[in-house]
């Protein structure tokens, strides 16, 4: 019981975290207003995939 008591902690602690952190870049996004697409992003993400070290798409306007 205990371990299941602390594993659902752990999992809340780390959905909070999450939560925070995307908080924190919508903001960040609102007050600059830089991002990157969907589209550029599941291309960066596809690079990583194949095992390509490829740096991240530049954030723009």
């Known amino acids: ?3 299941a008591i602390e594993a659902f902690v752990l999992r809340e602690e780390q959905r909070e975290a999450l939560r925070q952190e995307a908080m924190a870049a919508h903001e960040d996004f609102l007050l600059t207003g830089l991002h ?3 589209k550029e992003a599941d291309a ?3 690079e990583l995939e ?3 070290d490829v740096e991240p798409p530049k954030c723009h306007v």
Request: net charge positive; aromatic share 8%.
């Open 36 to 38: 990157v697409t969907a």
């Open 1 to 3: 019981m205990v371990q």
């Open 50 to 52: 194949a095992g390509k």
């Open 44 to 46: 960066w993400l596809a």
